[in-house]
């Protein structure tokens, strides 16, 4: 069942995932099914966090597991800047350790 685009406009995401295919499946979903919202992609924290300085996008979906800089780090630096931004986590996390870190940090799963 094919689903029409939805319009949405003056919207801005940034999607932080260190697997290359994720991230370009992600975008060719996005580009297709809502044209107007502006799309940032970055492959690990620490350029997530120079996009979110850069361009203060309304969301924030990341992996929580990546090189350089994790999504747990770069969601506390984020929320330091902007605490009123939602971040969703995506992980195949387990431990509730890291998931009761992520979830103090503000982020949503």
Known sequence: MAFPPYEIRDIALLFVE???HARDLLARVISMNYPGLQLYAADN???????????NPDIVVTDISMPVMN???MAKEIKAIAP???IVAVTA???ASYLLSAIE?????
């Not at 924290?45 to 361009?55: D, K, P, Q, S, T």
């Not at 940090?105 to 799963?109: D, E, F, P, Q, V």
Request: hydrophobic share 30%; net charge negative.
């Open 18 to 20: 260190d697997e290359s």
């Open 45 to 55: 924290g620490a350029v997530g966090l120079e996009l979110f300085r850069r361009h």
């Open 105 to 109: 940090t503000g982020i949503h799963r």
């Open 84 to 86: 009123e931004v939602v």
């Open 71 to 73: 999504g747990i780090q």
């Open 93 to 95: 996390h387990t431990d």
